[in-house]
């Protein structure tokens, strides 16, 4: 069965970058969907990117996040990253990345839930 451990997360500035890894073991992501999700204190869940690994590869983002994060997969279908830029404290949260069969899926379809990775951006 498929497992996913996320890594990447550190203590970033505001305005700074980081980029996040998601390593699929036991498995590939081949045809699956691939979504980021972060978890910040006292918020609920928000999906903030699904890559489709199929079709060309194409990725949803909130609009809100448009632009600051990009998504995407190596050809080898055993990682996905995402790249985040801008960075703000909102985007403060651990971040998970998991699996479905499609984007449009609630996120509770996901599946293979990684542990997370702690993202913070001191105000």
């Known amino acids: 069965q498929l497992a996913l451990v996320e890594s990447g997360g550190d203590l970033v500035q505001p305005g700074g970058s980081l980029k996040l890894s998601c390593a699929a073991s036991r498995g590939t992501f081949n045809g699956s969907a691939i979504g980021w999700f972060r978890q910040a204190p006292g918020k609920a869940r928000e999906r903030v990117s699904c890559?489709?690994?199929?079709?060309?590869?194409?990725?949803y983002y909130p609009r809100s996040l448009k632009g600051r994060y990009t998504t995407s997969g190596n050809n080898a279908k055993t990682m996905v990253w995402l790249q985040m830029i801008s960075l703000r404290p909102e985007d403060t949260g651990v971040y998970h990345c998991a699996v479905a069969a499609d984007c449009s899926l609630s996120d509770n379809l996901f599946v293979a839930w990684g542990p997370g990775t702690q993202v913070t951006v001191p105000s």
């Open positions: 890559l489709i690994d199929r079709d060309g590869g194409r990725a």
